[in-house]
């Protein structure tokens, strides 16, 4: 099957709200950073990474204020650009959590709804679950990166991170849908064969920046050679000044067969 974008468009702050999705459209925002919202053909709501109130975000509160309906909150590692607005969406709209075991232990302790985190998304590297009624699997791949939880408050003499498990990527499967690969932050590794070898992907988001994950140049390899999807859409690049990496400097290293859709921050890709 063959994904391509089928239509982009800006997405209104007020329509966070779960709009009916015609059967076969699974719908992509990129919120800025690592942040996306994923729709499901059956009305499905996942946010990854959801650090909605990022910089490059200019429309951020007020979409986090609006953000009424989410199934599913998928945390790729404890970095706080990446737990980001968790913790306040959780506890609004009801979200169960999806992340590595030890962080989500961590997230609890740090006010993520006890109740909203159990064994059907808490789980390590390898492992699947099946979440919105069997329509979407998310199997927990690897991610060359850290993952400290950073301590609140000032006690002197403490550790200034907690342990926040490894850090991971998603490669998650929509029924009637595309298989997206959340590459979370992360060089590019051999293993990436693997995943796509294992569990092919149609949709990769790469981060690029560099600095603290791969470079564009290093990103294309991924994309050319390791996890081959037909889509890539750039993300971790511009938030901070040292996130240098641009999705013109990734296009220049793609091979032909590959389509980039470089996103808006607010915009929705089709597939
Ligand atoms: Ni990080
Ligand atoms: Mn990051």
């Known amino acids: 099957m063959r994904y391509l974008v089928t239509a982009v468009c800006f997405l209104a702050a007020a329509a966070l709200a779960p709009a009916a999705l015609a059967a076969d459209q699974t719908r992509v925002t990129w919120l800025g950073h690592a942040a996306f919202k994923i729709e499901t053909p059956s009305g499905g709501?996942?946010?990854?990474?959801?650090?909605?109130?990022?910089?490059?975000?200019?429309?951020?509160?007020?979409?986090?204020?609006?953000t009424a309906a989410v199934d599913r909150i998928l945390i790729t590692h404890a970095h706080p650009d990446h737990v980001g607005n968790a913790v306040e969406l959780a506890k609004k709209t009801g979200a169960?959590?999806?992340?590595?075991?030890?962080l989500g232990q961590q997230l609890k302790a740090q006010g993520y709804p006890k109740d909203q985190v159990g064994m059907d998304g808490l789980m390590n590297i390898g492992g699947t679950v099946s979440i919105l009624d069997g329509e979407v699997k998310v199997l927990m791949t690897r991610a060359v990166h850290s993952s400290g939880l950073e301590r609140s408050g000032d006690d002197a003499g403490a550790p200034s991170h907690y342990y926040g498990a490894s850090p991971v990527g998603y490669r998650i499967k929509i029924e009637a849908g595309p298989a997206i690969y959340h590459a979370g932050d992360t060089d590019v590794f051999g293993d990436m064969e693997l995943i796509r070898k294992l569990s092919p992907v149609d949709v990769m988001l790469a981060p690029i920046g560099g600095h603290f994950t791969m470079d564009p140049e290093r990103a294309a390899y991924a994309v050319n050679r390791l996890i081959q999807p037909e889509v890539v859409v750039p993300m971790h690049y511009g938030t901070f000044g040292v996130l240098e990496g641009r999705p013109a400097d990734l296009a220049d290293?793609?091979?032909e067969g590959v389509t980039m859709e470089a996103l808006e921050v607010n915009e929705t890709a089709t597939f």
């Open 45 to 66: 709501v996942m946010l990854v990474d959801p650090w909605i109130t990022n910089p490059a975000n200019d429309r951020g509160e007020a979409i986090l204020a609006d």
């Open 253 to 255: 290293h793609l091979h």
């Open 96 to 102: 169960r959590l999806v992340a590595p075991f030890e």
